[in-house]
């Protein structure tokens, strides 16, 4: 199984990645987890991703495309991958494509998360308060969410076009969404 995640910040990806990724014994690549580890790590790339992270913006493609290349080539990720926060713009998808069909696949599904915009921003701000991110400022939230409008957003309408798009409602428990995603996928999940 080959599939995106997709919907704004703090609409529940990461959470879900983990479920899914667990279900299909596939993983879950976090291009949000990867550049948050090499900016700990203070390497070349996480020094470059975070100027743009603290501002709000994305890091530029040829950066991520190169991480999301070198990830999706590892061995766990023959079987099959959840791509978590990628892509995100029109030429993204384009690379992802190229990607993807190179090794004779096909993405089987785009889901996106949707959630009410005022609950995303309170969700985030008590993420960061209870995780300790300093890259989640009020200021830098809206930004986030301002920037997914523009450039992300747009690609929900491509994945429809290619008749791959699953929405799902992000609003609720954990488990009611993951519920959701799973019937969505037209799977049922192991009890």
């Known amino acids: 199984m080959r599939l995106i995640l997709m919907g704004p910040p703090g609409a529940g990806k990461g959470t879900q990645a983990t479920k899914i990724a667990d279900h299909f014994g596939i993983p879950a690549i976090s291009t949000g987890d990867i550049f948050r580890a090499n900016v700990t790590q203070g390497t070349p790339l996480g020094v470059e ?6 501002a709000g913006e994305y890091v530029p493609d040829e950066v ?3 991480m999301v290349r070198n990830r999706i080539d590892e061995d766990d990720a023959q079987p099959g991958f959840l791509l978590d926060g990628y892509p995100r713009t029109t030429a993204q998808v384009a690379e992802l494509d190229g ?5 004779g696949h096909k993405l089987d599904a785009a889901v996106v ?3 009410d915009a005022e609950e ?3 969700r985030l701000l008590k993420r960061a308060q209870t995780d300790g991110r300093a890259d989640d400022t009020e200021d830098v939230i809206r930004r986030r969410q301002e920037v997914y409008a523009s450039e992300t957003a747009p690609l929900i309408e491509v994945y429809r076009a290619r008749g791959i798009l699953v929405e799902v409602d992000g609003m609720g428990e954990v488990d009611e969404v993951t519920a959701r995603i799973f019937a969505a996928l037209d799977i049922v999940p192991e009890s």
């Open 99 to 103: 990607m993807i069909s190179f090794t």
């Open 49 to 54: 991703a975070k100027k743009y992270m603290d």
């Open 113 to 115: 998360l949707t959630v």
């Open 64 to 66: 991520t495309n190169s």
């Open 120 to 122: 995303l921003v309170q």
